[in-house]
């Protein structure tokens, strides 16, 4: 999608299913070894009764939206703010919704809503994105 196509409301929704894989699996590329991500012993002596996925991983998935889908291909991401407001557990259905808030078009430029929720609805990543769409 083009600076030009894009209008405030557009939306796209991803849903990913955060698996035990996928959190070794960062951890490995990240190098984000933190015992509250990789070690059910130690994590299981948290506040969260276990291992949590890397809030990254699920901010991530932000990423994929606006990278893939919307505006898509070519869109260069300019900044980006979270707030992690939940955990995300191994088996959680985490869903990436980016909204467009902001579109200005002489500048090249696009606002974003970004919100991450659980299989439950709950928040689990709120921000917004600045980003760069594709010219025409």
Request: charged share 20%; glycine share 10%.
């Amino acid at each position: 999608m083009t600076i030009n196509e894009m209008k405030v409301g557009d939306s796209y929704a991803l849903s990913r299913t955060v698996t035990e894989t996928l959190v070794d699996m960062f951890a490995g590329v990240s190098g984000d070894l933190n015992p509250a991500h990789t070690d059910e012993v130690a994590a299981s002596k948290t506040m969260f009764k276990g291992r949590i996925a890397h809030g990254m991983l699920s901010a991530g998935f932000i990423s994929a939206a606006i990278g893939m889908h919307l505006p898509g291909p070519g869109t260069i991401y300019v900044g980006q703010t979270l707030n992690f407001t939940a955990p995300v557990h191994i088996g959680d259905t985490v869903t990436a919704t980016v909204t467009v808030k902001e579109v200005n078009v002489e500048k090249n430029r696009a606002i974003l809503e970004t919100v991450c929720t659980n299989q439950d609805g709950k928040v689990v990543i709120k921000g917004e994105a600045k980003v760069m769409p594709p010219k025409a």
